[in-house]
C-alpha cells in the first residue's frame, strides 16, 4: 500500500516458507537479479548470515527485519522487541492464572531469534510468580501441525495443564485443537499466542471468538519499512536499529482491533482501484496522442503518395517511349546479325557434310556416333531457324509454320524415359536433368555420367516426381519446356519441404538481364545461357555441392545457418575461355528485393526445435521425427544426410550430448540422472558415447 505513493519503487517478494537453504537460494538470486536493496526476515539467527555478509559486499544494502542474525555487516535493523513481548505475555498469564497454575510452553522455531528471546522474556516474568509451573516446554517451527502432533505425542503429560503459550497464534490454535480431541469436551485449558495478525484467520479474530484467551500484536508497519529503505537508497540520515511498539490483544479489544483492521483493509482495496483507474486514464492519454500522431503521420504519408504516383506517370511515359525506340534498335539488330550468321553457318554445315562421309566417322564408335549426329541436326535445326528469322524480318510468310513446328520437325525425337546410367552405384552424388529436348539430354548424360549418378526427365511435372522420389543433390532444367516450364518447375521445388534444399541450375537461350532476374526470382541457384562450355558447367556443378557441405557442422556452432553461403569463383581453364569466348555473358546476381530466407533454415530450425521438445524421449525414433514432419522416412534420411552430412540418428546423439554436457557443467545431478533426462537408455550407454565424443569420460566434465 505505501509504494503507491512513491514512484520508480518496484516490490519483489519471495517466500521461503521456513526452509533456511531455501531462503540463502532466494537471497543469492535475488542479488544476482540486480535489486538495490534488500529486506530479510532471517529464519534462522545463523543459517544465513554468510548470505547477509555476501550481499553487503556485493555493494546491496541489506534491512534485517523483525528477526535477528549472526551477521554484523547489515545496514540497519528493524524489529519490535521480542523479548519484551514475551515478558509482558507471562505477566499477563500470570493476571490470568491468579498467580498459580500449571503452565504449556510451545516454542517457535529452533535457532530463530525471536523464538529464543520470547522464551527468554517469558521464563523471567514468571520468576516473580513462584506459584506457577511450566510443566512442559515443546519444541515447534511456528506451524499449527507441528504443534498439534508435538501436543498429542505427550497428551499424558498435559491433561491436567491450566494455560498453553505458543509463540505465535497458529501454534496456539494448533495445540488447541489437540487438546479438543483428546480431553472430549472436558474443561479445556485457556490458549495464548502471539502476532494478533488481522483479516480472516489472523489472531485478533481468534481472540475476539474466544479460540485463544489472548494475543500479542506484532507490528509490521510497512510503511516505516519502506521510508527507512528509501533513506538508505536516496543517502538520507537513518537510524541503524528501530524497534517497533506493541500490545496485547484481549477478549476486551479484541472486537475494536478487529474492526479497526477491517476498515484499514477496505480503504486498502479502495486505494488500489483509485490507483487503478489513474493507471486506465494515463493509458487512455496516451492512446489518444498515439492516434493523433498517427492520423498526421497518415496524411503525410498519403501526401507523399500522391507526389510518387504523379512522379511515376511522369516516368512511366518516358519509359514507353524508351521502350519503342528499343523496339526499333532491336530489329533493326536482328536483321542485320541474321544475315551475318549465314557465313559461319554456311562454313559449318559444308564441312559437316563432307566428314559424314569419311571412314573415321563411319567406323567411329557409337558415343561418338551419336555425338556427331546431334552436332548435323541442330546445325540443320539453327539452319532453318535462321531462314525463318530472316523471312520475318523481311515481311515474308512461311505459310503459319511457327517456331515450335520446326523444332518437332527438325528434331523428331520422343519423350526420353526416367533412367539410370553407369556403375551408379559407387557415385557419391546424384543429379536430376531435366529437357525436352532429346539430344541435350543424350549430350548432359554423356559429359556428367563419368563422375555422377544421373537421373533424366522431360519435363517440369515429371521432374517433380523423380525429385520427390530420388531426392538428388543437384537439378539441371531447361526453362522452355512443355506441361511445366522451368521457372515454375524450380518454384515447386522450392516451396517443397522435401527438395527445397537442392541446388538448381537453370540452363536458357534467353540471355537477356530480365529474363535472367526472373530465373534468381523463382528460386534458381544458378543461370547458364546455351551455348555453354561444358567445363563451365562442371566447374558450377562442383561449386554448389561443395557449398552444400558447409553445412555439415550444424549442430556445433551457435547459429550455423544464419550466414550466406559465398560460392568460390572458378576459373576455367585457358582452353575453356576460347571455347566460350563468343558467348561470355555478365550474369546479374540476385538484388535484395530478391533475396529471401533459404527454406533449408527452415526446415533444419524446425528440426532444431523439434529434438529441443523431445531428446529427453528415449523412444523416440527416426521414423516418429520423420512422420512429423511430415515426410516418409526415406525422404526425411536423405533431405537431413544433403544438409549436414550427418545421418539423424547421429545427430539426435549430438544434440543429447550437447545437453548431457552443459548439464554435468550447470547443475548437482548425478551422471545416472543425466543420462535419463537426456533420452540414454542406460547410464553405461551415456558414459560411453560421451567418452567417444568429447575425449573424456563424465565425471571429468565436471
Same mark, same amino acid.
Given at each position: 500500500?505505501?509504494?503507491?505513493?512513491?514512484?520508480?519503487?518496484?516490490?519483489?517478494?519471495?517466500?521461503?516458507?521456513?526452509?533456511?537453504?531455501?531462503?540463502?537460494?532466494?537471497?543469492?538470486?535475488?542479488?544476482?537479479?540486480?535489486?538495490?536493496?534488500?529486506?530479510?526476515?532471517?529464519?534462522?539467527?545463523?543459517?544465513?548470515?554468510?548470505?547477509?555478509?555476501?550481499?553487503?559486499?556485493?555493494?546491496?544494502?541489506?534491512?534485517?527485519?523483525?528477526?535477528?542474525?549472526?551477521?554484523?555487516?547489515?545496514?540497519?535493523?528493524?524489529?519490535?522487541?521480542?523479548?519484551?513481548?514475551?515478558?509482558?505475555?507471562?505477566?499477563?498469564?500470570?493476571?490470568?492464572?491468579?498467580?498459580?497454575?500449571?503452565?504449556?510452553?510451545?516454542?517457535?522455531?529452533?535457532?530463530?531469534?525471536?523464538?529464543?528471546?520470547?522464551?527468554?522474556?517469558?521464563?523471567?516474568?514468571?520468576?516473580?510468580?513462584?506459584?506457577?509451573?511450566?510443566?512442559?516446554?515443546?519444541?515447534?517451527?511456528?506451524?499449527?501441525?507441528?504443534?498439534?502432533?508435538?501436543?498429542?505425542?505427550?497428551?499424558?503429560?498435559? %491433561?491436567?495443564?491450566?494455560?498453553?503459550?505458543?509463540?505465535?497464534?497458529?501454534?496456539?490454535?494448533?495445540?488447541?485443537?489437540?487438546?479438543?480431541?483428546?480431553?472430549?469436551?472436558?474443561?479445556?485449558?485457556?490458549?495464548?499466542?502471539?502476532?494478533?495478525?488481522?483479516?480472516?484467520?489472523?489472531?485478533?479474530?481468534?481472540?475476539?471468538?474466544?479460540?485463544?484467551?489472548?494475543?500479542?500484536?506484532?507490528?509490521?508497519?510497512?510503511?516505516?519499512?519502506?521510508?527507512?529503505?528509501?533513506?538508505?537508497?536516496?543517502?538520507?540520515?537513518?537510524?541503524?536499529?528501530?524497534?517497533?511498539?506493541?500490545?496485547?490483544?484481549?477478549?476486551?479489544?479484541?472486537?475494536?482491533?478487529?474492526?479497526?483492521?477491517?476498515?484499514?483493509?477496505?480503504?486498502?482495496?479502495?486505494? %488500489?482501484?483509485?490507483?487503478?483507474?489513474?493507471?486506465?486514464?494515463?493509458?487512455?492519454?496516451?492512446?489518444?496522442?498515439?492516434?493523433?500522431?498517427?492520423?498526421?503521420?497518415?496524411?503525410?504519408?498519403?501526401?507523399?503518395?500522391?507526389?510518387?504516383?504523379?512522379?511515376?506517370?511522369?516516368?512511366?511515359?518516358?519509359?514507353?517511349?524508351?521502350?519503342?525506340?528499343?523496339?526499333?534498335?532491336?530489329?533493326?539488330?536482328?536483321?542485320?546479325?541474321?544475315?551475318?550468321?549465314?557465313?559461319?553457318?554456311?562454313?559449318?554445315?559444308?564441312?559437316?557434310?563432307?566428314?559424314?562421309?569419311?571412314?573415321?566417322?563411319?567406323?567411329?564408335?557409337?558415343?561418338?556416333?551419336?555425338?556427331?549426329?546431334?552436332?548435323?541436326?541442330?546445325?540443320?535445326?539453327?539452319?532453318?531457324?535462321?531462314?525463318?528469322?530472316?523471312?520475318?524480318?523481311?515481311?515474308?510468310?512461311?505459310?503459319?509454320?511457327?517456331?515450335?513446328?520446326?523444332?518437332?520437325?527438325?528434331?523428331?525425337?520422343?519423350?526420353?524415359?526416367?533412367?539410370?546410367?553407369?556403375?551408379?552405384?559407387?557415385?557419391?552424388?546424384?543429379?536430376?536433368?531435366?529437357?525436352?529436348?532429346?539430344?541435350?539430354?543424350?549430350?548432359?548424360?554423356?559429359?556428367?555420367?563419368?563422375?555422377?549418378?544421373?537421373?533424366?526427365?522431360?519435363?517440369?511435372?515429371?521432374?517433380?516426381?523423380?525429385? %520427390?522420389?530420388?531426392?538428388?543433390?543437384?537439378?539441371?532444367?531447361?526453362?522452355?519446356?512443355?506441361?511445366?516450364?522451368?521457372?515454375?518447375?524450380?518454384?515447386?521445388?522450392?516451396?517443397?519441404?522435401?527438395?527445397?534444399?537442392?541446388?538448381?541450375?537453370?540452363?536458357?537461350?534467353?540471355?537477356?538481364?530480365?529474363?535472367?532476374?526472373?530465373?534468381? &526470382?523463382?528460386?534458381?541457384?544458378?543461370?547458364?545461357?546455351?551455348?555453354?562450355?561444358?567445363?563451365?558447367?562442371?566447374?558450377?556443378?562442383?561449386?554448389?555441392?561443395?557449398?552444400?557441405?558447409?553445412?555439415?557442422?550444424?549442430?556445433?556452432?551457435?547459429?550455423?545457418?544464419?550466414?550466406?553461403?559465398?560460392?568460390?569463383?572458378?576459373?576455367?581453364?585457358?582452353?575453356?575461355?576460347?571455347?566460350?569466348?563468343?558467348? &561470355?555473358?555478365?550474369?546479374?546476381?540476385?538484388? &535484395?528485393?530478391?533475396?529471401?530466407?533459404?527454406?533449408?533454415?527452415?526446415?533444419?530450425?524446425?528440426?532444431?526445435?523439434?529434438?529441443?521438445?523431445?531428446?529427453?524421449?528415449?523412444?523416440?525414433?527416426?521414423?516418429?521425427?520423420?512422420?512429423?514432419?511430415?515426410?516418409?522416412?526415406?525422404?526425411?534420411?536423405?533431405?537431413?544426410?544433403?544438409?549436414?552430412?550427418?545421418?539423424?540418428?547421429?545427430?539426435?546423439?549430438?544434440?543429447?550430448?550437447?545437453?548431457?554436457?552443459?548439464?554435468?557443467?550447470?547443475?548437482?545431478?548425478?551422471?545416472?540422472?543425466?543420462?535419463?533426462?537426456?533420452?540414454?537408455?542406460?547410464?553405461?550407454?551415456?558414459?560411453?558415447?560421451?567418452?567417444?565424443?568429447?575425449?573424456?569420460?563424465?565425471?571429468?566434465?565436471?
Amino acid at each position: 500500500m505505501e509504494s503507491n505513493f512513491h514512484d520508480g519503487v518496484e516490490l519483489c517478494f519471495a517466500s521461503a516458507y521456513d526452509n533456511s537453504e531455501r531462503q540463502v537460494q532466494q537471497i543469492d538470486s535475488l542479488v544476482k537479479e540486480g535489486v538495490d536493496l534488500l529486506i530479510v526476515a532471517p529464519n534462522q539467527v545463523e543459517s544465513i548470515s554468510e548470505a547477509i555478509d555476501r550481499t553487503v559486499e556485493s555493494g546491496v544494502p541489506v534491512i534485517v527485519f523483525e528477526r535477528k542474525t549472526g551477521s554484523t555487516k547489515y545496514t540497519a535493523f528493524m524489529s519490535a522487541d521480542n523479548y519484551e513481548m514475551g515478558y509482558q505475555m507471562g505477566r499477563y498469564i500470570a493476571m490470568l492464572l491468579s498467580g498459580k497454575g500449571k503452565i504449556l510452553e510451545i516454542l517457535g522455531f529452533k535457532g530463530s531469534s525471536p523464538a529464543e528471546e520470547r522464551h527468554k522474556g517469558f521464563s523471567d516474568a514468571l520468576k516473580n510468580f513462584p506459584d506457577l509451573e511450566v510443566v512442559s516446554t515443546l519444541q515447534g517451527d511456528w506451524t499449527e501441525q507441528k504443534a498439534y502432533e508435538e501436543v498429542k505425542k505427550h497428551r499424558t503429560e498435559l %491433561e491436567d495443564v491450566d494455560l498453553v503459550f505458543g509463540h505465535n497464534d497458529r501454534t496456539a490454535l494448533g495445540a488447541r485443537k489437540a487438546f479438543e480431541e483428546f480431553l472430549q469436551g472436558k474443561t479445556l485449558p485457556k490458549f495464548c499466542g502471539i502476532d494478533g495478525l488481522p483479516g480472516e484467520n489472523g489472531g485478533i479474530k481468534l481472540v475476539r471468538d474466544s479460540l485463544l484467551d489472548a494475543s500479542y500484536i506484532y507490528p509490521t508497519r510497512g510503511d516505516l519499512l519502506l521510508k527507512l529503505a528509501l533513506d538508505i537508497l536516496e543517502n538520507r540520515s537513518f537510524d541503524k536499529e528501530t524497534l517497533l511498539s506493541s500490545a496485547i490483544v484481549t477478549p476486551e479489544n479484541a472486537a475494536v482491533l478487529y474492526m479497526e483492521s477491517e476498515e484499514l483493509s477496505n480503504q486498502f482495496e479502495r486505494l %488500489e482501484q483509485l490507483h487503478q483507474k489513474a493507471d486506465n486514464y494515463l493509458q487512455q492519454l496516451t492512446n489518444q496522442k498515439m492516434i493523433s500522431f498517427l492520423a498526421a503521420s497518415l496524411v503525410i504519408l498519403l501526401l507523399v503518395l500522391a507526389v510518387i504516383v504523379y512522379r511515376y506517370y511522369i516516368q512511366k511515359a518516358r519509359i514507353n517511349d524508351e521502350r519503342d525506340k528499343m523496339a526499333h534498335q532491336q530489329l533493326q539488330f536482328y536483321t542485320e546479325i541474321s544475315h551475318q550468321l549465314r557465313t559461319p553457318l554456311t562454313l559449318i554445315e559444308g564441312p559437316l557434310s563432307k566428314l559424314a562421309q569419311t571412314d573415321i566417322i563411319k567406323n567411329s564408335d557409337s558415343q561418338t556416333s551419336e555425338m556427331f549426329a546431334i552436332v548435323c541436326r541442330n546445325t540443320e535445326r539453327l539452319s532453318v531457324l535462321i531462314n525463318k528469322v530472316l523471312e520475318v524480318q523481311t515481311g515474308k510468310h512461311t505459310g503459319g509454320l511457327s517456331f515450335l513446328e520446326i523444332d518437332n520437325l527438325t528434331v523428331q525425337s520422343s519423350k526420353p524415359a526416367t533412367i539410370n546410367t553407369g556403375n551408379n552405384s559407387k557415385k557419391e552424388f546424384t543429379l536430376l536433368i531435366v529437357d525436352d529436348n532429346a539430344d541435350i539430354l543424350t549430350y548432359l548424360k554423356t559429359i556428367l555420367s563419368d563422375n555422377y549418378q544421373v537421373f533424366e526427365a522431360a519435363d517440369g511435372k515429371e521432374g517433380l516426381q523423380v525429385a %520427390e522420389k530420388e531426392v538428388p543433390d543437384l537439378i539441371i532444367s531447361d526453362i522452355m519446356m512443355p506441361v511445366m516450364n522451368g521457372l515454375e518447375f524450380c518454384r515447386h521445388i522450392k516451396d517443397n519441404i522435401i527438395t527445397n534444399h537442392i541446388p538448381v541450375i537453370l540452363l536458357t537461350a534467353r540471355s537477356l538481364d530480365e529474363h535472367q532476374v526472373e530465373g534468381f &526470382k523463382s528460386g534458381a541457384d544458378a543461370y547458364i545461357t546455351k551455348p555453354f562450355s561444358s567445363g563451365l558447367l562442371l566447374a558450377r556443378i562442383d561449386n554448389l555441392l561443395k557449398n552444400r557441405k558447409l553445412l555439415k557442422n550444424i549442430w556445433e556452432s551457435q547459429n550455423p545457418i544464419s550466414e550466406p553461403v559465398v560460392e568460390k569463383k572458378i576459373e576455367p581453364s585457358t582452353e575453356q575461355k576460347e571455347e566460350s569466348e563468343s558467348t &561470355k555473358k555478365t550474369i546479374p546476381q540476385p538484388t &535484395k528485393e530478391m533475396s529471401k530466407p533459404p527454406k533449408e533454415d527452415v526446415f533444419i530450425t524446425k528440426f532444431k526445435d523439434y529434438i529441443d521438445k523431445h531428446y529427453s524421449d528415449s523412444e523416440l525414433s527416426v521414423e516418429t521425427i520423420a512422420q512429423d514432419m511430415g515426410l516418409s522416412r526415406v525422404q526425411f534420411y536423405r533431405k537431413i544426410k544433403a544438409l549436414t552430412g550427418c545421418t539423424p540418428v547421429d545427430l539426435l546423439r549430438k544434440a543429447r550430448l550437447s545437453y548431457g554436457k552443459q548439464m554435468l557443467e550447470e547443475t548437482n545431478q548425478t551422471i545416472s540422472e543425466i543420462a535419463y533426462n537426456v533420452g540414454f537408455s542406460s547410464p553405461a550407454y551415456f558414459t560411453k558415447c560421451f567418452k567417444d565424443e568429447y575425449g573424456t569420460a563424465p565425471r571429468e566434465g565436471r
